[in-house]
């Protein structure tokens, strides 16, 4: 069988092939410097008071135009702070789940109204298998589910760093 070059502008016409290089599938964010990716779920994991909310505060102020679902069991966020760092408040939609976190953040990836997710402490109160089918779910809706929480979920996880 001869082998032949194919045209990498062929390549991404078949089925089942990434139609945008990589760098165009993540959203921007001052302190990665190859952002956050969108259809995973990325793990934002700092201690209380070490600037998870602040991460994700950058992260919506620089993309003004896309909606975002933030998920809790109990809210402890002060939405009205979102102005202060240049996030609409009305393109934030804030649910406090109770002991619906799972269903509700499956609900909202389902949607996929919602091109960024924050899942609050959700580590926390959900199993390995419930992480994977999140995963899943942001996958099938090219979404970027940010699972905050103050430990990271497995050892050995790859640790960004934030710039200064």
């Not at 082998?3 to 290089?21: D, F, S």
């Not at 992480?131 to 640790?159: E, K």
């Amino acid at each position: 069988m001869a082998l032949h070059a194919v045209p990498l502008a062929q390549l991404r016409e078949l089925p089942g092939i990434l139609k945008t290089p990589l760098e165009e599938n993540v959203w921007t964010h001052p302190t990665l410097p190859h952002g956050v990716p969108r259809g995973a779920l990325t793990e934002v994991a700092r201690p209380t008071g070490a600037g998870r909310t602040s991460f994700v505060l950058d992260l919506l102020a620089g993309h003004p135009g896309q909606r975002a679902a933030w998920i809790e069991g109990e809210l402890s966020f002060y939405p009205p702070a979102l102005p202060l760092h240049g996030v609409d408040m009305g393109r934030v939609l804030f649910i406090e789940a109770g002991s619906d976190l799972l269903w509700a953040t499956q609900q909202i990836l389902r949607s996929q109204l919602f091109p960024i997710v924050v899942l609050e402490k959700g580590r926390a109160l959900l199993g390995e298998n419930d992480l994977r089918r999140l995963q899943i779910l942001a996958h099938q809706g090219n979404t970027a589910l940010l699972l905050l929480s103050d430990q990271p979920a497995r050892q050995g996880a790859w640790l960004f760093k934030r710039r200064a």
